[in-house]
């Protein structure tokens, strides 16, 4: 079946999609083109896709680090399969942990939740892969050996992080060693990065959770008189989950459970087939305005509700079902923006990447460290920067997400995958970026999945980011008239440039094409690349 997909570039583009047998995208381009390397010798998408993840932590740590955490949906030629790599609070946390404050520290140990992404390589590779940890952390441990030029949109994030992060523990000494972080086009090395992703991929993650580079951890922390502990670490497990789903656009749409967001996107497409959002055109006034209203009742939903999965209140399904759905639905007037609370169901839910190979495995993969660089806590003679993951449980007692020892925080990565009508892989994508990412996967969902729009054209179109309330952030380039109908149907839209603010996400997106090859395609915002062969 030819003629699938609508090649037409609607939308300001630097880039076209690209199509080929074996590909991989992602948001920098040294990054994709380890993960290349592996499926040229022989390795396969869950290989590329290792690959690709640690080369991010070098070449990309304005996003993630060695301290990330990272969650995967993998299609092994057959069925999908969901890891959970996030890790959980130091067991030592409690709501009295943080008395006296109005909601969880961001930045410095306090921050600090055990990192989890070391053990989604390892599990992805016990489970998966073909060529060994050694072989797939090469190019990373190369990279930060040896150096790397650093690239433009990194290098502008880099100046804003240090501004931030320069007087966190450690982070200056490894950041910014010559007492200036490095600017786009200059080489930076990270030698002792080198030398812990040797230990880590030697050990198969062993060293990073009992051996030295945990007690090097737990020691800095000691220092520091935080909380994380040899326990806390070696305790630490990446479970294999059950994905969540819902039929849309003739397929389906996964995505992991709770303790993510990604239920917010399944909520969002639910309500949009009760409107038939597919007899709109897309960019239309009525499809942006129903777009953004069913994702103001998912994420009302989502900031209630949505918790580790072992301490929600009722079984995340259940904001999924028809009935819920058709009520949450009804809410919506097609005429007027709207101010939605959390519904009730009855008692009866970043750096991204994205692999496919020749013989059918698609992974879709994302890691982070949060805010940026994250806690700004980096560990001396390690490279290990550390994710400030405990930003995101809440201080209230009464809350599902309440902070606890040994419990994960509501998490904001997502990865996301699709299948067709028949059960077979459609596309693997993501949308990085915080709290753009539920949404940004919707909005790629009903343009690629019901519109049919080529997975660059639908990543450059203009975006929409709900904040709260009816204010509603947009990309300059959508069309006034459409910006003017929805101001005069009471959204409070309001302007911004996604160079200057970074603040509309990064996607990646491979297609698997009826005729059995992929068409790929990196975010224009951001300095990635989308490699095929």
């Not at 700004?376 to 007692?397: H, M, W, Y």
């Amino acid at each position: 079946m030819s003629g699938e997909w609508d090649f037409s570039q609607g939308y300001p583009s630097w880039r076209v999609p690209m199509m080929g047998a074996n590909a991989v995208a992602t948001s920098q381009p040294l990054a994709a083109q380890a993960g290349l390397r592996m499926l040229q010798q022989g390795g396969n998408a869950v290989d590329a896709a290792i690959a690709t993840a640690i080369a991010l932590t070098v070449v990309e740590p304005t996003g993630c680090g060695i301290g990330s955490d990272a969650f995967a949906i993998v299609w092994d030629g057959k069925k999908l399969h969901g890891l959970n790599a996030s890790g959980r609070a130091p067991g030592a946390w409690s709501p009295e942990t943080f008395a006296g404050r109005q909601a969880m520290p961001e930045l410095g140990w306090d921050a600090v939740t055990v990192p989890g992404a070391v053990s989604a390589w390892v599990a992805l590779a016990e489970r998966f892969a073909t060529l060994p940890l050694t072989t797939l952390a090469q190019p990373a441990i190369d990279y930060a050996r040896n150096g790397f030029p650093v690239s433009p949109l990194i290098g502008a994030l880099w100046q804003r992080g240090y501004s931030k992060l320069r007087d966190q523990p450690g982070f200056s000494a490894c950041f910014a060693p010559n007492g200036q972080p490095p600017r786009a086009g200059e080489l930076f090395r990270n030698p002792d990065q080198a030398t812990s992703l040797e230990k880590i991929a030697a050990t198969q993650g062993e060293a990073f959770y009992r051996g030295e580079l945990a007690e090097r951890m737990v020691a800095f922390a000691r220092e520091h008189n935080a909380a994380l502990s040899m326990d806390d670490l070696r305790n630490h497990r990446a479970d294999w989950v059950e994905l969540i789903s819902r039929p849309f656009a003739g397929g389906s749409v996964h995505e992991l459970p709770p303790n993510g967001q990604g239920i917010a996107t399944l909520i969002a497409l639910g309500i949009l087939e009760q409107w038939d959002i597919g007899r709109y055109q897309p960019d239309s006034v009525a499809w942006l305005h129903l777009s953004i209203e069913a994702m103001k009742l998912a994420l009302a939903d989502l900031d209630r509700y949505v918790a580790d999965e072992e301490h929600m209140e009722f079984p995340a399904e259940r904001l999924l079902s028809d009935s819920y759905l058709k009520t949450r639905a009804a809410l919506i007037d097609p005429q007027k923006a709207g101010d939605f609370t959390f519904g009730a169901p009855t008692q009866s839910g970043t750096v991204y990447l994205s692999t496919a190979d020749a013989n059918g495995m698609m992974v879709s993969f994302i890691q982070s460290n949060y805010m940026g660089f994250g806690s700004g806590v980096v560990v001396p003679g390690t490279g290990i920067s550390l994710q400030n993951r405990g930003a995101g449980f809440s201080l209230d007692k009464q809350h599902p997400n309440v902070v606890a020892g040994n419990k994960r925080p509501f998490h904001t990565i997502i990865p996301a995958f699709a299948l067709d009508g028949h059960g077979q892989p459609l596309m693997s994508f993501g949308v990085m970026g915080g709290p753009m990412q539920a949404q940004g996967h919707l909005q790629m969902a009903l343009r690629i999945m019901l519109h049919k729009q080529n997975p660059q054209a639908a990543i450059d179109a203009p975006r929409w980011r709900i904040v709260a309330g009816r204010e509603v952030i947009v990309e300059p380039s959508m069309d006034r008239n459409t910006l003017a109908a929805l101001r005069a149907m009471g959204h409070n839209v309001v302007l911004e440039d996604p160079l200057q603010t970074y603040s509309f996400g990064g996607a990646q997106a491979i297609i698997r094409d009826p005729q059995g090859f992929y068409i790929a395609a990196t975010e224009s915002r951001k300095d990635g690349q989308a490699l095929v062969f």
